[in-house]
């Protein structure tokens, strides 16, 4: 199976979204999804996001999504938004070449980290990032305001 | 006490990283923060982060560090990175004027929503948050990789 991954153009927003809303299903939580197509392409325009895709052959079967942040103990940080590869095409290797283009990335922005989110019961997400080095840390509750 | 809450200058990031390492502290990490003054600075100057701050007289008893980013299933979204009022200020309703002008201004940004963390362990945070309202989600752990 070839793999490619490459940087998404506006055009591909349309599959990046279809595939976040399969990864909230596996999350169970598609209720929670509101986003439109539209937000997405006045984010990218912005250049609030960056997305790259992974090819196989001439279909989109997975993606991160990632942004510019700021971290006041660190400095300049990358952060990882989404990170889906879909769920027929996994297994062959797809998540490490996007997740080794995200880090490449980071590297290239001069971040001095990166950061993401992984649902505690995520088992094969969890092993995954283990296997990176990663560094999980517990202690930390989530907040937000839904306006 | 008369507390006026305004847009920080780039003046004033010094006396914000003196309030950051002071909840750093707190939060038991100080050894965590290595960022400088100047990664500040070159992230106010590139608008890669906004501050306000909480004054008294002529101090800065307190601020928040914030900045847009993007949620893929809620759109465009204002992150609360840091949000601290100096141990010895507390209790006279500065947090609270300074979390409305971050709500506010999440509001003028036409932001879906808004997001920040709390140590588990933070109870004065934690009944705070609570009282605003705020949804508190346990089941997220937070990864990192440090460069």
């Not at 797809?94 to 880090?103: E, H, P, R, T, V």
């Not at 989110?117 to 937000?144: C, H, M, S, T």
Request: glycine share 4%.
């Amino acid at each position: 199976m070839e793999i490619r991954i490459r940087r998404a153009q506006r055009s591909d927003l349309s599959e990046v979204i279809r595939l976040v809303r399969e990864l909230a299903i596996y999350e169970k939580a598609e209720h929670e999804m509101w986003s439109t197509l539209e937000q997405y392409e006045l984010a990218f325009d912005e250049k609030r996001i960056s997305c790259d895709v992974a090819m196989v052959e001439n279909e989109i079967v997975g993606c991160t999504v990632y942004y510019d942040t700021f971290s006041t103990w660190k400095g300049k940080m990358l952060y990882l938004e989404d990170f889906i590869v879909s769920e027929s095409y996994r297994k062959y290797g797809i998540g490490q070449k996007l997740y080794d283009a995200f880090i490449e990335e980071a590297k290239k922005r001069d971040c001095k980290l990166v950061r993401w989110e992984v649902l505690d019961w995520n088992e094969p997400a969890l092993r995954f990032y283990e296997k990176q080095g990663a560094i999980i840390e517990k202690d930390w509750w989530k907040a937000k305001v839904v306006f």
